[in-house]
Nanobody, 128 residues
């Protein structure tokens, strides 16, 4: 059974940091692209970042580039999203997702409908 379990969300002050984790099981981690998405109240889900487990190719949404870092520990089948310099606009439920195969970094991360599996989400709240 495929499972994606997010953790690490919580409350942070503007300018602070949080690290999210996405623990995967039930599939060959190296063959998958893992994406982080977020959804704020009243807004559509948006892609934040993604990483391909085979070679650690990454991509970031423009608004988080330089503040967020995605990384992968293939020995633990876990992807991390280190979020620094947090802003109130980063407040959302953060989801991780898995897509079999690699992505084309020049085209950005895959769209949400392309992903095969999703976690349950973890709340991130940034206070001003």
């Amino acid at each position: 059974e495929v499972q994606l379990v997010e953790s690490g969300g919580g409350l942070a002050q503007a300018g602070g940091s949080l690290r999210l984790s996405c623990a995967a099981s039930g599939f060959t981690f190296d063959d998958y692209t893992i994406g982080w998405f977020r959804q704020a109240p009243g807004k559509e889900r948006e892609g934040v970042s993604c990483i391909y487990g085979g070679d650690n190719t990454t991509y970031y949404k423009y608004s988080v580039k330089g503040r967020f870092t995605i990384s992968s520990d293939n020995t633990k089948s876990t992807v991390y999203l280190q979020m620094n310099s947090l802003k109130p606009d980063d407040t959302a439920i953060y989801y991780c997702s898995a897509l079999r195969g690699e992505f084309v970094p020049t085209a950005g991360c895959p769209y949400s409908y392309e992903y095969d599996y999703w976690g349950q989400g973890t709340q991130v709240t940034v206070s001003s």
